[in-house]
């Protein structure tokens, strides 16, 4: 099951292609919205959502979309503390309702598209540090994919920005396609299911 934000949330096309790819065959349900914030998700959770759904492996990507341009300097600090008490509320409500499963918390992806600059790095580097203090290594697994999709100073590598990272290149050459930040956050998803159910 994966609870992801607007990167794959209702997987509009091209995602599609890469859920199918990735994920037919396993049994996985994508929960996720576009333009989900955690009290989005919050609520559904606390609303039914995983009524009835008994999931091995969880898949959470949150918080992106609670951050804004301006939330850096004097402003970060408040907004680091309601994403991290969000997504603290989401996984015992997860942990809870789904006491079986493991969850894979997923760092919020590195953001700097076209339009947007380096400013709000500081602030989801903060963020994603706060997160990982959740991870206990067995129940809740974080997956930091920074390095991956973005240089030291928290430029993107992919292909918005024409440097698609080493990942991105070999996929790339695997699947003859371009390789979009969804797909290379599939790919890590996947590897750390398996780890998780087999």
């Known amino acids: ?11 509009p096309p091209p995602n599609t292609a890469t859920w199918t790819t990735n994920f037919h065959g396993w049994n996985a349900g994508n929960f996720g919205w576009g333009s989900d914030t955690v009290q989005n998700i919050l609520w559904r959770l606390e609303n039914g959502e995983l009524a009835g ?14 951050l804004k341009p301006d939330d850096t300097g004097d402003r970060a600090e408040a907004k680091i503390a309601e994403v991290t008490a969000g997504i603290r509320a989401i996984l ?18 590195p953001r700097n598209s076209p339009g947007e600059d380096l400013t709000l790095m500081p602030t989801i580097r903060r963020l994603n540090a706060r997160l990982a203090g959740f991870a206990d290594g067995q129940r809740i697994r974080y997956l930091d994919l920074d390095d991956r999709l973005a240089d030291r100073d928290g430029k993107l590598l992919a292909g918005e920005v024409g440097r698609p990272s080493l990942d991105e290149r070999y996929f790339e050459a695997q699947t003859h396609q371009p390789i979009t930040k969804f797909d290379v956050a599939a790919l890590f998803w996947q590897a750390s299911w398996r780890k998780t159910v087999l």
Request: zero cysteines.
């Open 1 to 11: 099951m994966a609870i992801p934000s607007s990167v794959a949330g209702a997987v």
């Open 53 to 66: 759904v008994h999931p091995k492996v969880i898949v959470l990507l949150a918080g992106t979309n609670n």
């Open 92 to 109: 015992n409500s997860v942990q809870r309702q789904a006491p079986a499963a493991t969850v894979i918390l997923t760092g919020v992806l």
